[in-house]
């Protein structure tokens, strides 16, 4: 119960005579280190309360000495480990985390069929993957080469056939589970637009992941070119490109869901219901792990068990203010409930909700062409053009607007509150990694 903050140190490892362990009610974040597997004495473990994030390493199941495991309260995803001193552990110990499943007794969702890990929500965008050339075509390659030496030329239908038969499709799960959610320890080297990663594929099939990082613009023309390049190259000692990979939905409904997340948290899990007031996308900030955090309490306000509304002469900023509370002064939970909508609106759409003129809202203008158009309105950036994907992207985004929406409500009676949100929105992000 302190202050501290940042990752668990690697160095913890370390403490093998170590027997209790106790860093609850904290502020620690990033992943439980991989080292916490050589401290065989633990029968204690107590990490609950905190910001700690990615999988749960199966390398922990090595600690046959532990008897007690918390983990709850945190930002955990992926499978539960089954295995060792799992077999015993209360489900009591995993409640409250973001995305934790696992396939047998512990009372948490059940994994997807499609993938044994729910994927890493705050990493990295994965647009490019870049396979090595498996053993199966390195004959099919030197066929090539010593016909393009023989005659000088060129046999574009034998090329065109390697390519068909290396266009493969994986998916995102595969990729972080092959690279053990993209960890330090399989980092091959770094760039200015992106970072390599190692990994195994279930098939045993080597591979190199090349992963971007949109947040500058400078990487989508890196990639462009990237992609120019080597469309067209066929070569036995030049790496082969196989697919592609993006993760943008998920990276915004996770940021959407953490900031509904803190929602809940000052709404239904303080001693007195506390009212934000004023949320809009200039206070959620982003660490580097790409977690939201909620920003700037300057005009909060407390309500107690007696109050259902509270009078205030400060005002939110307009456009993420309720009509029916902000005009008069009146602020409740409901208002940053309304505010939410607004925000994944706005996050959904990429339209601010001060671009529109006269009676038309961001709210009206969605509600209006979301039943027949919903890619008149969704951001284009976040669906594929083309495709069998197409259709269930769209109707994963069209639950998401209705959420929003549904927050929006001009009718008191259709109001709904943050748990209720957090409790939809989750498993909106199931359905998007099931995709």
């Not at 001193?85 to 499609?114: D, G, M, T």
């Not at 993209?182 to 080297?189: F, T, V």
């Not at 462009?224 to 000692?237: I, M, P, Q, W």
């Not at 509600?367 to 994963?396: H, I, W």
Request: with cysteine; proline share 3%.
């Amino acid at each position: 119960m302190n202050q501290f903050s940042n990752r668990i140190p690697r160095e913890i490892g370390g403490l093998q005579n170590l027997e209790n362990l106790s860093l609850r009610h904290n502020k620690l974040q990033g992943a439980i280190p991989d080292s916490m597997s050589t401290m065989v004495g633990l029968e204690f473990l107590d990490l609950s309360h905190n910001n700690i994030s990615r999988i749960i390493r199966k390398s922990l199941e090595k600690l046959q000495n532990l008897k007690y495991f918390n983990v709850s309260f945190n930002k955990l995803y992926g499978e539960i480990p089954s295995g060792g001193p799992f077999k015993n552990l209360s489900s009591q110990f995993f409640i409250h985390n973001e995305a934790l499943c696992c396939s047998s007794r512990f009372s948490v969702p059940p994994c997807p069929i499609s993938s044994k890990h729910i994927s890493n929500r705050n990493k990295m965008l994965v647009l490019f993957l870049l396979l090595g050339l498996a053993l199966l075509f390195v004959p099919i390659t030197f066929v090539f080469v010593w016909i393009r030496c023989r005659k000088g030329k060129r046999a574009p239908q034998q090329t065109d056939a390697l390519s068909a038969i290396t266009r493969v499709r994986i998916s995102y799960y595969e990729l972080s589970q092959a690279t053990d959610a993209l960890s330090e320890s399989n980092l091959i080297g770094s760039g200015s637009f992106g970072s390599v990663y190692k990994g195994v594929l279930r098939s045993g099939t080597a591979i190199a992941v090349e992963v971007f990082n949109l947040l500058l613009d400078a990487a989508f023309k890196s990639f462009d070119t990237e992609c120019e390049v080597l469309r067209s190259l066929r070569h036995r000692n030049l790496i082969k490109v196989i697919t592609s990979c993006s993760n943008l939905n998920f990276k915004r409904l996770s940021i959407m869901i953490d900031v509904a997340c803190a929602l809940e948290y000052l709404h239904h899990g303080c001693t007195s219901a506390l009212i934000h007031c004023d949320l809009k996308p200039s206070n959620v900030l982003l660490d580097e792990d790409m977690v939201a955090h909620l920003n700037y309490f300057g005009i909060s306000k407390l309500i107690g068990e007696d109050e259902s509304d509270l009078y205030t002469k400060t005002l939110a900023t307009l456009g993420y203010i309720a009509p029916e509370y902000g005009l008069d002064g009146f602020f409740s939970t409901k208002c940053d409930v309304y505010s939410y909508g607004i925000m994944l609106l706005e996050t959904f759409t990429r339209r601010r909700p001060n671009e529109f003129e006269g009676d038309i809202s961001l709210k009206q203008w969605v509600s209006y062409s979301l039943q027949e158009a919903v890619m008149d309105v969704v951001d284009a950036n976040l669906v594929t053009p083309t495709g069998k994907r197409l259709q269930k992207e769209l109707d994963v985004v069209a639950s998401i607007m209705n959420v929003a929406l549904y927050c929006c409500a001009e009718s008191l009676a259709r109001w709904t509150n943050m748990k209720d949100v957090v409790g939809i929105l989750q498993k909106i992000n199931i359905q998007l990694l099931a995709c």
